[in-house]
């Protein structure tokens, strides 16, 4: 196995955990959200601070290492459009992790020992993490598109693809989120008037 084998191998490996990882995530907190099971909706916001550190961190740092080293084995460049949108989406992905997730779940999680699991606060914070959630997991998406088409400015269809799954993603995401609203926040409802 050469080194481009072996770095291709670690970085497709640390995005399957990273993107699947996320994806199960918001595919279980949205589950007990809709099911409105507080109890389970408060664990796994708790696995959401917990994996943070512990596994999407990591896989992060495994990602973009091996990035690096793949783009310098390759002799790819800085300046081509699939790793500068690469880049840009990890970059982005990265911020989200950083300045919204580490501290909301963090939150979440200090909500619940102090106000219990059912309080409004951790409901509505769930919501808001879950909503960032599922937009992160579309971008995640879309950095896979670019990561495997690897498009110029030409590839006009793959480029498409690219911008069209995180806005697809995006908009089931505030679709969920309304829907997942409390009753008392949604006009004409009995609890609202």
């Keep these: 196995m050469r080194a481009y084998e072996l ?19 918001v595919v279980l907190l949205t589950r007990a959200v809709h099911a409105g099971d507080v109890q389970r909706t408060s664990a796994l916001a708790g696995d959401s601070e917990w994996l943070g550190v512990r596994l999407f961190l990591p896989a ?27 880049i840009a989406g990890f970059a982005a992905s990265l911020v989200l992790g950083m300045a919204v997730f580490a501290p909301g779940w963090k939150r979440v999680a200090g909500l619940v020992r102090t106000e219990g699991a059912d309080a409004p606060a951790v409901r509505e914070w769930t919501r808001r993490l879950l909503l960032f959630s599922r937009a992160d997991v579309g971008l995640l998406l879309g950095v896979v598109v670019v990561m495997v088409a690897k498009p110029t400015a030409d590839d006009t269809g793959a480029l498409a693809l690219t911008a069209a799954i995180p806005l697809a993603v995006g908009a089931v995401a505030l679709v969920l989120f309304r829907a997942e609203s409390e009753p008392e926040d949604r006009p004409g409802t009995p609890e609202a008037v």
Excluded: K, P, Q, T
């Excluded at 291709?8 to 199960?24: I, K, M, N, R």
């Excluded at 992060?60 to 690469?86: C, K, M, P, Q």
């Design 7 to 25: 770095y291709l191998l670690v970085h497709v490996g640390g995005a399957a955990v990273w993107v699947g990882s996320a994806f199960l995530m």
């Design 60 to 86: 992060n740092l495994v990602v973009l290492v091996s990035a690096i080293l793949l783009v310098e084995e390759g002799g790819f460049g800085w300046s081509r459009l699939w790793v500068v949108l690469g």
